[in-house]
C-alpha cells in the first residue's frame, strides 16, 4: 500500500509542477488514461494532453484533498487550480483563447497499478461544463431531433 501511495503522490507533484518526464515515468508505456475529453493511448497522447493543459494553465496545480486505496488500485478527489492564459483545445478542435480567468472546481481520479510498479490505466472525472464556464467559454448544447 506505501508503494502506491509514494505514485499517486509523485504523479500529483509531477502534474502540479508540469514535469512531463517525471509524470509519464509514473505511467506504463502502454498505459490509457480517460478524461471527460477524451481516451489518452500511450505515453505520446498522455504527453501531448498534458502539455496542452500546462499550456493553458501555467499556475496549474492539484491539491489532493482524500484518497482510498484498494489492492492495486487508488481513487483520490483532489482540487484543480490555475489560471486560464494560454490556448484551451477542446474535444473537435475548438480553441478558447486565453481568459485570465481563474479555475478551480473538485475531481476526482482513479489509478490501476500494472505489475511493473506504474500506473497502467487513470481515469479522471470532473464537470466538464463547469470546468468550461469557468473559464469563460459558455458552450451551448444543441438539441438533436
Do not use: K
Amino acid at each position: 500500500m506505501a508503494e502506491i501511495n509514494a505514485l499517486l503522490d509523485a504523479i500529483t507533484d509531477a502534474i502540479s509542477s508540469h514535469d512531463e518526464e517525471r509524470l509519464l515515468r509514473c505511467l506504463a508505456p502502454g498505459a490509457v488514461v480517460v478524461t471527460p475529453a477524451g481516451v489518452l493511448e500511450g505515453h505520446e497522447q498522455i504527453g501531448w494532453y498534458f502539455r496542452q493543459l500546462f499550456s493553458a494553465f501555467p499556475d496549474l496545480h492539484n491539491e489532493i484533498t482524500t484518497r482510498a486505496v484498494l489492492d492495486d488500485s487508488v481513487v483520490t478527489e483532489f482540487t484543480f487550480s490555475g489560471t486560464h492564459t494560454g490556448v484551451l483545445l477542446l474535444p473537435g478542435g475548438m480553441e478558447i483563447m486565453g481568459t485570465g480567468r481563474r479555475v478551480v472546481f473538485p475531481a476526482a481520479v482513479s489509478y490501476t497499478m500494472g505489475d511493473d510498479g506504474v500506473f497502467a490505466s487513470g481515469r479522471f472525472y470532473y464537470d466538464q461544463v463547469a470546468f468550461y464556464r469557468q473559464t469563460g467559454c459558455h458552450l451551448r448544447l444543441r438539441r438533436t431531433v
